[in-house]
């Protein structure tokens, strides 16, 4: 369910993309929803670009906030719904109709932002443009795509490939092997917030619950409760296991707010280290391995009492 999902920009974000200075003034006009196609007004450079990417697209992009509008007025009326079946005939039309209309309008828009990337400067603009064409082009298997955004990483100087955004591109475009059921699991060096290091191998000898999340994803914080609630309920034959993709001051921030009883884990890597290696695209993700470290089910999103059903049908 996609309303409970935060997703990796997979699906195109509808914010509206800032870039500030000290000292700089920077002006904002919009009088409708089409957030991301608003005007601002700025005399900061990356502000500038950004300014050209958003032009070139506008009308695919205004295009594309709408019917965001109302896949999100279509999720909210779900709610409404007594019946299941007709929750579900409105969730496929949503999944089978609205979606892939997006899902066309992203591939145009990335195709007009790879052309402009040819003759655009290679700055934090330009990074972040070919980090979302990258996760696009993987998610849809375009296949052209993605031979057009290889070529543009081959633009990146050695420093650019090192930083945080050149490190992602890098697992979309040249991704590690994922881990898949009945692999064993992937590990890492895991710390805790007082600085412990810590290894899934640790846990072995009951069930393993990894619970991939991020404090900006608001269902991975509603799932928080139930999770405290089965880790005392399952305490016996399963340890769960949260593991964060923020970086270290927003996760100390969040697990000082949030209070986790259970294993509370970052690599601070974000999303290029463990989180790439079990090709996660979305949050909260979770992964349930056996005793013996033996990955058996996997499943993303969250909504109230689906942690306790799959812990349910899965440990035995």
């Known amino acids: 369910d996609h309303r409970d999902l935060h997703s990796f920009p997979t699906r195109r974000s509808s914010d509206l993309d800032l870039y500030l200075m000290p000292g700089k003034t920077v002006a ?5 929803k089409l957030l991301c196609t608003w005007d601002v007004a700025s005399d900061i450079l990356e502000q500038k670009y950004q300014n050209t990417y958003v032009s070139a697209n506008r009308k695919y992009l205004d295009r594309w906030q709408e019917l965001s509008c109302i896949t999100t007025a279509l999720w909210m009326r779900i709610d409404t719904l007594q019946s299941r079946r007709d929750r579900d005939v409105l969730a496929d039309s949503i999944r089978h109709y609205y979606y892939p209309l997006q899902d066309s309008l992203q591939t145009l828009i990335t195709k007009k932002e790879l052309e402009l990337m040819k003759e655009m400067p290679v700055n934090a603009v330009w990074l972040n443009k070919l980090r979302d064409a990258c996760l696009h082009a993987v998610y849809e298997k375009d296949s052209i795509l993605i031979n057009e955004a290889k070529i543009r990483y081959e633009m990146l100087t050695s420093e650019q490939r090192e930083s945080t955004l050149g490190k992602q591109i890098s697992v979309q475009l040249f991704p590690y092997k994922k881990v898949e059921v009945g692999n064993e699991l992937y590990d890492a060096d895991l710390y805790d917030p007082q600085g412990y290091l810590h290894h899934l191998k640790d846990y072995k000898g009951k069930y393993l619950l990894l619970d991939f999340w991020s404090s900006s994803c608001g269902p991975c914080i509603n799932a928080i409760p139930e999770m405290r609630e089965m880790a005392e309920i399952w305490k016996d034959k399963l340890t769960i296991i949260s593991i964060s993709s923020d970086n270290k001051k927003m996760w100390e921030k969040a697990s000082q707010e949030e209070k986790m009883t259970w294993p509370n884990l970052n690599d601070f890597k974000e999303t290029v280290g463990i989180y790439a290696h079990y ?38």
């Open 28 to 32: 904002i006009r919009g009088k409708n």
């Open 279 to 316: 090709g996660i695209r979305g949050i909260p993700h979770y992964v349930l391995a056996s005793p013996e470290g033996k990955l058996i089910h996997v499943w993303e999103g969250y909504g109230k009492g689906n942690i306790q059903m799959k812990l349910k049908e899965w440990i035995k």
